[in-house]
């Protein structure tokens, strides 16, 4: 399996910064996820990490299989699943805690931030559940974050207004990797 610096290494190979910070976001909550649901942290973690690690590089038909064969034999199977399974567009459908738990720290993430963009510092410290709560509600707010994804959170034991606070606070801890 991949070391943590192993792992940094591949992410910065990616070109986009804004790609890297929300690769780094949703690895956050992964991490807190995986803390909070009793499951590996650091298989969590990764594949948080690198699920969009070929994101540049492929059609998004194929965004997600190509970061697993990227990975094979670096990351166990589940998290292989995991990282086919965030995109719907691959064909591979989400079974697993681990599966939704990506895809809905994938969606959580792009919310959060949006939300912290339009707080008058841009910071996350500024942002609440509250706010959350409202934005999740605003279809025309960050519309192309899908909130039907945030609510497969159900899926593996929590409800929207806990999944949120958890992803807030995670993200929190790294703020100023997220510049924000």
């Not at 910070?21 to 969590?44: G, T």
């Not at 299989?65 to 166990?76: D, F, I, T, Y």
């Not at 039907?148 to 034991?157: A, D, L, P, V």
Request: proline share 1%; with cysteine; hydrophobic share 45%.
């Amino acid at each position: 399996m991949l070391s943590e610096k192993e792992a940094e290494e591949l992410l910065n190979k990616v070109k986009n910064e804004n790609l890297r910070k929300h690769m780094m976001a949703v690895a956050a909550i992964m991490r807190k996820l995986a803390s909070q649901l009793n499951e590996d942290e650091k298989i969590w973690w990764l594949a948080g990490l690198l699920h969009d690690i070929d994101y540049e590089s492929v059609d998004m038909n194929e965004h997600g299989l190509r970061s697993a064969e990227m990975l094979e034999g670096k990351l166990p199977e589940e998290a292989l699943h995991a990282i086919k399974a965030h995109n719907e567009m691959t064909g591979v459908k989400a079974e697993s805690k681990m599966d939704f738990a990506l895809r809905a720290s994938d969606a959580a993430s792009g919310l959060i931030v949006a939300a912290a963009l339009v707080m008058p510092n841009k910071k996350l410290a500024e942002v609440k559940i509250s706010t959350l709560r409202n934005k999740f509600k605003d279809k025309s707010f960050a519309r192309r974050v899908d909130r039907n994804r945030i609510m497969e959170c159900e899926k593996f034991g929590m409800e929207l207004e806990e999944f949120l606070s958890l992803s807030l606070d995670a993200m929190r801890k790294i703020a100023d990797k997220l510049g924000l």
